[in-house]
């Protein structure tokens, strides 16, 4: 534990940040199991905010764990540790006026709630990307539930480690029933609702 440290507040705060560039600074949070479609969705939402003229930041698990977090396994503690820093980077890239998107499974509510109270109410949307197990287990894109169904990765979420649904998400994208691009359109439609990019 740190101790003998003192908060230093920037006179450069998010507010003065949001107001140059146009737009509101804020996490979109997506959970789901493996395969659901949360790097595909995150990519291509990103790319279309970029379009837009914004400058969207994706944060993604498997790319995390190859640096920051290459520490951390998943066992219930690290995938909570995972989690808690990755809401401390996006408070700071939301701090920084920034729009971030994460894509991790973050299976537990506790978890996901703690990075919720880290946030300003407006500042965290939670994206459930939806879809039923055995559709991510037909889709499969790296192997992964066949390795677990044999044995040789434990602890796999889905199979033998749990997902906890969002109870009240602020959006539900169901990738077994809508294509990526109305998946994107109803995450822009979300925010351009709350006023948080232009129309
Ligand atoms: N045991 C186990 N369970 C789940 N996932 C596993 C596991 N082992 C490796 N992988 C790969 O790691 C990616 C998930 O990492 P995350 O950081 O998103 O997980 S968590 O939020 O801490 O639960 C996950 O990526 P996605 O498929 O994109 O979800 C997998 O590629
Ligand atoms: N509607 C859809 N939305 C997102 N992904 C889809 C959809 N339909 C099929 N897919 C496929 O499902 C897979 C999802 O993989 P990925 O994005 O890596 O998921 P995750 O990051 O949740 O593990 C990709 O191969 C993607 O092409």
Redesign the pocket.
């Known amino acids: 534990m740190s101790t003998n440290i003192t908060w230093h507040e920037a006179s450069l705060n998010k507010e003065l940040r949001r107001k140059q560039f146009g737009h509101h600074s804020f996490v979109l949070w997506f959970t ?5 479609g ?2 595909t969705v995150a990519n291509a939402a990103a790319k279309a905010l970029f379009d837009q003229g914004l400058n969207p930041y994706v944060l ?3 790319n ?2 190859h640096g920051l ?1 290459k520490d ?1 396994g ?1 066992s219930e503690e ?2 909570t540790e ?2 808690r820093r990755i809401g401390e980077v996006s408070k700071l890239f939301v701090d920084s006026g920034q729009i971030v998107i994460t ?5 537990f509510i506790k978890d996901r709630e703690l990075v919720r109270e880290l946030l300003e109410a407006d500042e965290f949307i939670e994206v459930y990307i939806k879809c039923p197990v055995d559709e991510c287990e037909k889709r499969d ?2 192997g ?1 539930y066949e390795k ?1 169904r044999k044995g040789l ?5 889905g199979i033998d ?1 749990p997902y906890e649904e969002p109870v009240n998400p602020e959006i539900v994208v169901e990738t077994n029933k809508y294509s990526i691009e109305e998946s994107v359109e109803q995450i822009l439609q979300h925010l351009k609702s709350k006023g948080y990019i232009k129309e």
């Open positions: 789901g199991l493996s395969g659901s949360k790097s993604d698990g498997d995390i764990r977090n951390l998943f690290d995938r995972n989690i894509a991790f499974i973050s299976p894109p790296k992964l677990a990765i434990r602890d796999f979420t480690s």
